[in-house]
């Protein structure tokens, strides 16, 4: 069982930048690939980035060159690093933690709440 806490989130305006962590609990953490969705209201959640158990990454067209995610499997934490935020950045942002397909990740968290004003 993999318990996923986010935090991070919060209002912040166009140009700006803002750092999610997701804690995970136990010890596999390591073990999953792990990844960061969001849901924008009225429309369905999407992947945003991934990154495998040896640290090969994946970022969503959308995003790239201004989000980075990483991961420090000594403190069983993953991170999404968003730069140059836009009012379309606006979501509930997720994280998530996936053994074979992120199509049904295995784990989710509750999600934290990221605005971007104009």
């Known amino acids: 069982q993999v318990q996923l806490v986010e935090s991070g989130g919060g209002l912040v305006q166009a140009g700006g930048s803002l750092r999610l962590s997701c804690a995970a609990s136990?010890?596999?953490?390591?073990?999953?690939?792990m990844g960061w969705f969001r849901q924008a209201p009225g429309k369905q959640r999407e992947l945003v980035a991934t990154i495998t158990s040896g640290s090969s990454t994946y970022y969503a067209n959308f995003v790239k060159g201004r989000f980075t995610i990483s991961r420090d499997n000594a403190k069983n934490t993953l991170y999404l690093q968003m730069n140059s935020l836009k009012p379309e950045d606006t979501a509930v942002y997720y994280c998530?933690?996936?053994?074979?397909?992120?199509?049904?990740?295995?784990?989710w968290g509750q999600g934290t709440q990221v605005t971007v004003s104009s």
């Open positions: 136990g010890r596999t953490f390591s073990t999953y690939d």
């Open positions: 998530a933690a996936a053994r074979r397909t992120w199509s049904r990740p295995d784990y």
